[in-house]
């Protein structure tokens, strides 16, 4: 059984340049939320996707979107990138909204913005 | 809004004595809560949770978890370390039912175990 998956696993971006990232969850799973975690932090909420909607969203600005497919993978969307934005990005997937479980975490992707 | 706090960014212990990593709570109606371990270039591997009932909770790899809710702590714990077990450890908690699809992070603690 599949964990969740995500691709790519480093990426290396110039500031102002667009980046998408991907995401496949849990064999099972329906839910996809997305983090970032900048270097000596924990993980910061971005947004969940649930039956291909934004449920969810945290403080992050409009340059990050989301979209999630039919399949339920999902894909963060980060436009006019800045230094800042170098982290690494998390996925997580879970199963249904609402719900008392846990969510399952990717390996993430390391992006670093020059 | 919720919050977990993670006061020590660093424990250092012995293999085979007992650890403690400490969490505190801020939420508003009854707490979700969640320890994650984080290992080097690899995500979050669930731990374990508490939602209700029990105060002492049982998870994987040995670990276990103290919730207390006149002090609003839930501190890990693991009664013999294992020089295996250093690695980044996370708090987390669910936010409530109007927003219960956020999770919040603690700022993390490293673990660091010595043969």
């Known amino acids: 059984d599949a964990g969740v998956t995500q691709s790519p696993t480093h990426l290396i971006k110039t500031r102002g340049q667009q980046v998408t990232l991907r995401c496949s969850p849990k064999?099972?799973?329906?839910?996809v939320s997305w983090y970032q975690q900048a270097l000596g932090q924990g993980p910061q909420f971005i947004f969940q996707?649930?039956?291909?909607?934004?449920?969810q969203r945290g403080n992050f600005p409009d340059r990050f979107s989301g979209h999630q497919f039919p399949n339920y993978s999902s894909e963060l969307n980060v436009n006019a990138l800045l230094l800042g934005d170098s982290a690494l990005y998390l996925c997580?997937?879970?199963?249904?909204?609402?719900?008392?479980?846990?969510?399952?975490f990717g390996p993430g992707t390391r992006l670093t913005v020059t | 809004a919720q919050s977990v706090a993670q006061p020590e960014d660093q424990v250092n212990v012995a293999e085979g004595n007992p650890l403690t990593v400490k969490c505190t709570y801020s939420?508003?109606?009854?707490?979700?809560l969640f320890w994650y371990v984080q290992y080097p270039n690899r995500g979050l591997q669930f731990l374990l949770k508490?939602?209700?009932?029990?105060?002492l909770v049982k998870g994987s790899y040995g670990f276990e978890a103290e919730f207390n809710k006149s002090q609003t702590s839930f501190h890990l714990k693991k009664p013999s370390a294992l020089v295996s077990d250093s690695a980044l450890y996370f708090c987390?908690?669910?936010?409530?039912?109007?927003?219960?699809?956020?999770?919040?992070f603690g700022s993390g603690t490293k673990l660091n175990v010595k043969p």
């Open positions: 997580a997937s879970s199963r249904g909204t609402g719900t008392s479980g846990e969510q399952y």
């Open positions: 064999s099972g799973h329906d839910t």
């Open positions: 996707y649930y039956e291909e909607e934004e449920r």
């Open positions: 939420v508003s109606g009854n707490p979700y």
């Open positions: 508490y939602i209700t009932g029990d105060n």
């Open positions: 987390a908690v669910r936010d409530s039912w109007v927003n219960f699809n956020k999770f919040y």
